[in-house]
């Protein structure tokens, strides 16, 4: 049974970077694409990131051109990277799976394709 769990979370400066990672066990992540999601408080959780088994990606509006996922196959493991942090980013962040033997070259944001789901891990951007 596939499990995640998030890391690299913590408090940044405005205009900084994180990476977090997504790391699994119980299955390879390669049978499944993965999706990244944040909800701020007193908001809807939102889908920010997927990448697909081939390795396309897909981002949101929000986050096109500062963040970057991908994979990184022998750690069983998908990160997010994250630049140009502002205050708006401030959430706790999930990754989920979609599968398994998903079809290959696709991945979408909506929240119904997914589970399992990782705990979360907290990312505050302030100064």
């Known amino acids: 049974q596939l499990q995640l769990v998030e890391s690299g979370g913590g408090l940044v400066q405005p205009g900084g970077s994180l990476r977090l990672s997504c790391t699994a066990s119980g299955d390879t992540l390669d049978r499944w694409y993965i999706g990244w999601f944040r909800q701020a408080p007193g908001k809807e959780r939102e889908g920010v990131s997927c990448?697909?088994?081939?390795?396309?990606?897909l981002y949101a509006t929000s986050v096109k051109g500062r963040f970057t996922t991908y994979r990184d196959g022998p750690k069983n493991t998908i990160f997010l990277q994250m630049n140009s942090l502002n205050s708006d980013d401030t959430a706790v962040y999930s990754c989920?799976?979609?599968?398994?033997?998903?079809?290959?070259?696709?991945?979408?944001?909506?929240?119904?394709?997914?589970?399992?789901w990782g705990q979360g891990t907290q990312v505050t951007v302030s100064s």
């Open positions: 989920a799976a979609s599968g398994p033997d998903a079809e290959p070259t696709w991945c979408g944001l909506s929240e119904t394709y997914f589970g399992p």
């Open positions: 990448i697909t088994r081939t390795g396309g990606t």
